[in-house]
């Protein structure tokens, strides 16, 4: 009997030591992660989506990192996306969702969704979601919101000159310090 004793205090002992050990190695993590981050100069941003509900800036920083496995779909009508759309977006009105982009985009893929307004963008969310896409977002504030934030645009609409400083490394390295700037008040 003495024993068991012993070896359940032993057991015990053992759990106690092990779970003290894995919570030190948490705060160390942790430490160790808010340490590096704070001294990166520019956070990266997410690489998948984590919200129903994105940002014009969340997309803005992840086509300015480069970040491939992603889709803009405009879900409005053809003249509508025709006249104006955010460069590299796929038009794909939302009668034709989910059928049109089955054979076209993989269900795991990030897809970022804008229309004529929230709502409308909403719908095409759940039709998708509805057809086993998982990373689907709607993108608040749709076209209005991405020009105000100085989006990359394309269509017929938009053929306008560049300003002066388009060219200028240094005032677009200042602006995209901007928009940093914004992107971290905004969270």
């Not at 359940?8 to 992660?33: G, P, W, Y």
């Amino acid at each position: 009997m003495n024993n068991i004793n012993t070896m359940n205090n032993i057991k015990d002992n053992v759990e106690q030591a092990f779970q003290e050990a894995h919570e030190r190695e948490e705060s160390t993590l942790e430490k160790a992660k808010k340490t590096f981050n704070s001294k990166l100069p520019i956070s990266t941003p997410a690489a998948s989506i984590s919200n129903s509900v994105v940002s014009v800036h969340e997309l803005k920083s992840r086509l300015n990192w480069g970040e491939p496995g992603l889709t803009i779909l405009d879900v409005r009508d053809r003249d509508a996306f025709d006249d104006c759309r955010i460069l590299g977006a796929m038009n794909v009105p939302l009668s034709t969702l989910p059928d049109a982009v089955q054979s076209v985009l993989q269900h795991k893929r990030d897809i970022y969704v804008y229309g004529n307004s929230d709502e409308e963008s909403t719908a095409a969310t759940d039709l998708l979601r509805g057809a086993g896409f998982y990373q689907v977002a709607v993108l608040r504030g749709g076209l209005e919101a991405w020009t105000k934030i100085d989006g990359s645009i394309d269509g017929v609409a938009t053929n306008v000159e560049p300003g002066p400083d388009a060219y200028n490394v240094f005032s677009r390295l200042k602006e995209f310090a901007s928009e940093r700037a914004t992107e971290k008040s905004l969270k």
